[in-house]
């Protein structure tokens, strides 16, 4: 990695973690329950930031550092196919959101975490089923936490 690429990359982080400590400290001013969410996800970002931060120091005096490209970034790959990734991408995206409003968050979730993940990156059952019900418990706790009220859907389903 060149000089430049590596300043850049470093001073990217910095300024997230410039960011996230401002978000901390600009939060405390709010009441208990509107500090939550922006604590959560101050402190989140801080760990983050510090974690690449540290890896950057680590791995600054290695001779050769890892190939970890995209493969959206291989040479061989015509502009087609990516226009043709990112509309499918962007069709379960809406998808997505029409379930959002026709059902509710909570089943469209559970939707579509498993659908995309079986479907689109063809992920063997066990671990779409764990991935789904571990999306599904963090927007529950959430939810609870958090005191969230989600949108009315066009079909409510009772009890959710």
Do not use: C, N
């Amino acid at each position: 990695m060149s000089p430049l690429s590596r300043f850049t990359q470093t001073g990217l982080v910095v300024v997230m973690l410039a960011f996230f400590v401002y978000v901390l400290w600009a939060s405390q001013g709010f009441r208990d329950a509107a500090r939550i969410f922006p604590t959560t996800i101050a402190v989140a970002g801080i760990l983050m930031a510090l974690g690449e931060l540290a890896r950057q120091l680590l791995t600054r005096f290695r001779p050769e550092e890892a190939d970890i490209t995209d493969l959206g970034d291989d040479a061989s790959m015509d502009i087609r196919a990516h226009f043709v990734t990112s509309g499918k991408l962007l069709a379960w995206l809406i998808g997505f959101v029409a379930l959002v409003f026709t059902v509710g968050l909570i089943p469209a979730t559970v939707v579509f975490v498993f659908a995309m993940m079986r479907l689109q990156f063809a992920t063997p059952l066990w671990p779409s089923v764990l991935v789904t019900a571990g999306v599904l418990a963090v927007v529950l706790t959430l939810s609870r936490v958090l005191l969230l009220r989600w949108p009315q859907p066009l079909i409510p389903i009772p009890g959710l």
